[in-house]
């Protein structure tokens, strides 16, 4: 627990011109009981090891610093308490950059499961379970999946030969997709006349063309 306390500086005119702020912590301890489920039992004993490592790790001084030598406190977990209780809480973009750390975390980082976790709290049940009917999904696996949805690798300009037209000529016209449907609307015309129709080209047609929506 902590508290913040503010203390005024007073200048030459008795006004205030600066402000210290010093933090208080004091050590809170709770009890919340036991807890059932095996893997926080496991996390628990990991945290135990955790503690011990650290207690028997040694400061070495260091001009005005403390620098700890020995193992990193964070590998004393498990890899199940790693994946799930901190890495499943990271963005795809996050694991990715994890996994350049060392060769633990790539080899945790692997874990199918673990990316679907990843994939579905950074995108939503739904979407998680659209990309799973997607032919070819399982085959990739959801590392690929995310890196490419996250990254556009696999994005690439292919080029439509489209019906239809916008008439007449203009500029300075609003445009957005909404879907597979590319939605034109308003703009300026000769003398910079105000428009205000609007067009939509559908992608998912077979033969796709402007259409001006009446």
């Not at 011109?17 to 009981?33: C, K, M, P, R, S």
């Not at 893997?39 to 790790?57: A, C, D, M, N, Y």
């Not at 690439?156 to 239809?164: E, H, I």
């Amino acid at each position: 627990m902590n508290r913040l306390r503010l203390t005024p500086i007073f200048g030459e005119d008795d006004e205030i011109t600066h402000v210290i702020g010093i933090q208080l912590f004091t050590e809170a301890n709770i009890d919340l009981g036991p807890v059932p489920g095996s893997t926080i039992k496991e996390s628990f004993k990991s945290s135990g090891r955790f503690h011990s490592v650290l207690s028997s790790l040694h400061p070495l001084s260091v001009g005005d610093r403390n620098v700890t030598r020995g193992i990193c406190g964070i590998f004393q977990l498990s890899d199940e308490v790693l994946s799930l209780k901190i890495l499943a809480r990271l963005t795809p973009r996050d694991i990715a950059s994890v996994s350049s750390v060392c060769r633990r975390l790539y080899e945790v980082t692997r874990n199918e499961d673990l990316w679907r976790m990843v994939c579905q709290n950074a995108w939503g049940s739904e979407t998680t379970r659209v990309l799973e009917t997607v032919p070819g999904a399982k085959r990739l696996g959801w590392g690929r999946l995310a890196r490419e949805l996250t990254t556009l690798e696999a994005a690439a300009w292919r080029k439509l030969t489209v019906g239809g037209g916008v008439e007449p000529s203009r500029c300075n016209f609003s445009a957005c997709a909404v879907g597979n449907r590319v939605v034109l609307f308003g703009g300026e015309g000769v003398n910079m006349q105000p428009m205000n129709d609007t067009f939509v080209l559908d992608l998912n047609s077979n033969n796709p063309e402007w259409q001006h929506v009446q």
